[in-house]
């Protein structure tokens, strides 16, 4: 999973920043993610059936606060 950082050039086109890669997490696909009001940190969920909150550093990089496993039987979304 990678986060990146979208800017419009002053000539109008949209430049595209990736921030540090991100250690990996889920096994499987990553379909849902969900930044909180403060924008501080990420919560990601997927065809693994875990959630797992980020820390989202001041350099974009996230950190891994926790994961859980679900008790859904099928992929969250």
């Known amino acids: 999973m990678h986060l990146a950082e979208l800017r419009k050039n002053p000539d109008g086109q949209i430049q595209v920043t990736q921030l540090p890669e991100t250690a990996d997490c889920?096994?499987?696909?990553?379909?849902?993610?969900?930044?909180s009001?403060?924008?501080?940190?990420?919560?990601?969920?997927?065809?693994?059936?875990?959630?797992?909150?980020?820390?989202?550093e001041?350099?974009?990089k996230l950190?891994?606060?926790?994961?859980?496993?679900?008790?859904?039987k099928s992929t969250l979304t």
Do not use: N, Q, Y
């Not at 889920?26 to 930044?35: C, E, I, L, N, Q």
């Not at 990601?44 to 797992?52: H, K, P, R, W």
């Open 37 to 56: 009001p403060a924008g501080d940190v990420l919560a990601t969920a997927g065809e693994d059936l875990s959630i797992a909150l980020w820390k989202i």
């Open 63 to 72: 950190t891994l606060i926790d994961r859980k496993k679900s008790t859904h």
């Open 26 to 35: 889920h096994s499987r696909t990553v379909t849902s993610v969900a930044f």
């Open 58 to 60: 001041a350099d974009g």
